[in-house]
């Protein structure tokens, strides 16, 4: 046994007839955050998809915790595995607090004591004014705290995030990001991160992986892509340094 929270070799994944991924290996070890790139359709989503064995047929291998990740995206769920999907569904008419509430009780497990309201006021401060917000009252950005927020309850071991600064302001930016690179050490967590946005990645992450249609193009740490304008260039959609 190594310390490998999530492992994913020679994965294929499909919608229908369409193939989304095409034989993906990663390897993400516990306390770890590797940043998964790539453009618009490159397979990043595709890829958190296949790991909660949702919305696509896939095959190959993957193991979180060392064993598969088989079953249903609740089983997966059950077992430590967070995900914020990029839609960041929030119930509109109950407030923040009430949304909170009901993600500690669906994660909840015998093995993890859920998170305390007070710890994530502290990890994302911008929690305290919204509060008492309803979710349809909430921006965007404010909207993608409370979906990390949420995802934290549960005290994941691993938690997948998916593109959690698009469309967002620079200062809300900045908050989430000292959130995701705080998660490991205060809590144990492993992440895997889609993300385009290159600043953030250097600011969470030590490692990349870079997709384009579905295959595995890149693999370095941060500062080796970082340095790299020909690959980042070719993979990173404009202007995303
Ligand atoms: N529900 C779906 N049904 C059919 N094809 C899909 C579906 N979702 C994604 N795809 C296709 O799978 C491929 C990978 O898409 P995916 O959403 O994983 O990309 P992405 O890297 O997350 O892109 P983005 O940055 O736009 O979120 C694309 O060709 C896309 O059109
Ligand atoms: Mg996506």
């Known amino acids: 046994m ?3 929270v999530l492992t994913l070799q020679r994965v294929d994944a499909s919608y229908g007839p369409a193939q989304a991924l095409f034989g993906i290996d990663l390897d993400l070890a516990q306390g770890e955050t590797i940043a998964l790139l790539g453009r618009n359709g490159a397979g ?30 609740d089983a997966i769920a059950r077992r430590g595995v967070g995900w914020v999907p990029d839609d960041r569904r929030i119930f509109p008419t109950l407030t923040v607090r009430e949304n909170l509430r009901l993600a500690q009780r669906a994660g909840r497990s015998k093995d993890r004591a859920p998170v305390s309201f007070d710890e ?23 909207q993608q ?7 934290i309850m549960a005290r994941p071991r691993l ?11 620079p200062v809300i930016v900045d908050e989430l990001e000292q959130a995701v690179a ?15 946005n290159l600043r953030f990645v250097q600011r969470t992450a030590r490692r990349v992986i870079v997709l384009e249609t579905g295959r595995l193009v890149y693999s370095g740490t941060v500062e080796e892509f970082a340095a790299n304008d020909d690959v980042r260039e070719r993979y990173l959609a404009i202007g995303a340094a």
């Open 2 to 4: 190594n310390d490998s």
């Open 145 to 151: 705290a409370v979906a990390i927020a949420r995802a």
């Open 159 to 169: 938690l997948l995030l998916d593109e959690p600064t698009e469309g967002l302001a």
């Open 120 to 142: 994530v006021l502290e990890i994302l401060p911008i929690m305290k004014r919204l509060i008492d917000r309803r979710g349809s009252a909430l921006s965007g950005g404010e």
């Open 182 to 196: 705080d998660l490991p050490g205060r809590f144990g967590m492993s992440i895997l991160l889609a993300e385009q």
């Open 44 to 73: 990043k989503t595709t890829t958190l998809r296949a790991v909660m064995n949702l919305m696509v047929r896939r095959t190959g291998r993957i193991d979180v915790f060392g064993s598969p990740a088989k079953g249903p995206a």
